[in-house]
């Protein structure tokens, strides 16, 4: 994403937009062949809501494949631009199952997780 931001001069507003399957289905099963690897499960991207908190969202749903502290869980990260460099704050939300990731398993970065 912050490739596409360096090149484009904002961030992506859809999975069309950033290359990504806009399938939800197409990417199930967290197949390799869809570039997301055996581990995550499916990736969307959403346009920032108009309340300025942030640029765009992305939500990353780990497949049931994953390791079993973070299988069906799900890392929302919401990207913003700050004086000129990109921020990204995340967290966890419920996934299936009601799984929540262990934040000893969350990037960095959500280690300040805005509200």
């Known amino acids: 994403m912050t490739e596409y931001y360096a ?4 961030f992506p507003q859809s999975n069309e ?10 990417v199930h099963g967290g197949n390799a062949s869809q570039g997301f690897g055996g581990y995550v499960e499916a990736i969307g991207i959403s346009p920032a809501t108009g309340n300025g908190k942030y640029n765009a ?3 990353i ?3 049931n494949t994953a390791n079993s502290e973070i299988a069906g ?5 919401e990207a913003y631009e700050s004086s000129g460099s990109i921020q ?3 967290r966890t939300t419920t996934g299936t199952g009601n799984a929540r990731i262990p934040a000893k398993y ?8 805005k509200e």
């Open 17 to 26: 937009e950033a290359g990504l399957p806009t399938d939800h289905a197409a």
């Open 106 to 113: 969350m990037p960095a970065s959500c280690y300040d997780e």
């Open 88 to 90: 990204f704050s995340c």
């Open 73 to 77: 869980g799900w890392i929302v990260m």
């Open 7 to 10: 090149i484009n001069g904002r």
């Open 57 to 59: 969202r992305f939500v």
């Open 61 to 63: 749903e780990m497949s």
